[in-house]
C-alpha cells in the first residue's frame, strides 16, 4: 500500500511560480513511476508530467514542456513539480500518483497509475 499526499499548492499571480510536493509511503517508492495529473472543474483530468523511477526519464504534456520541471528524490520518497509562468488555465487540481511499471506501462495514461493522493489545488489569477 502506498499513500501519497500533495503539497504547495495556492493562488499565485500570471508569471509567477509554485513547487508542488508529494511524499509517498512505503519502502518502494524508488521502483515506481510517479506522476502528475491536473483537473479544472468541468474538464476532464489530464497528464502533466512523470517521471521514471530512477529519475532517468521525464515525460511532459505540450501544456508543460518548457514551463514545468518534474524531479524526485528518493531518499526522501518524495516528487516535486516545478511550474514557472503560470497561466490561467493551469488552474485545477493537482494530484500525485504512483504506479508500478508493467509492460505495455504508458506514463501518460492516468487508468494506469495504481494510487493517488487527495489532490491539491493550483489558481492562477490574471
Known amino acids: 500500500q502506498v499513500q501519497l499526499v500533495e503539497s504547495g499548492g495556492g493562488l499565485v499571480q500570471a508569471g509567477g511560480s509554485l513547487r508542488l510536493s508529494c511524499a509517498a509511503s512505503?519502502?518502494?517508492?524508488?521502483?515506481?513511476?510517479m506522476g502528475w495529473f491536473r483537473q479544472a472543474p468541468g474538464k476532464e483530468r489530464e497528464f502533466v508530467a512523470a517521471?521514471?523511477?530512477?529519475?532517468?526519464?521525464?515525460y511532459y504534456a505540450d501544456s508543460a514542456k518548457g514551463r514545468f520541471t518534474i524531479s524526485r528524490d528518493n531518499a526522501k520518497n518524495t516528487v516535486y513539480l516545478q511550474m514557472n509562468s503560470l497561466k490561467p488555465e493551469d488552474t485545477a487540481v493537482y494530484y500525485c500518483?504512483?504506479?508500478?511499471?508493467?509492460?505495455?506501462?504508458?506514463?501518460?495514461?492516468?487508468?494506469?497509475?495504481?494510487?493517488w493522493g487527495q489532490g491539491t489545488q493550483v489558481t492562477v489569477s490574471s
Open positions: 517521471i521514471s523511477g530512477s529519475g532517468s526519464s521525464a
Open positions: 512505503g519502502r518502494t517508492f524508488s521502483s515506481r513511476t
Open positions: 500518483a504512483a504506479a508500478q511499471v508493467t509492460r505495455g506501462f504508458s506514463p501518460r495514461v492516468g487508468a494506469l497509475y495504481d494510487y
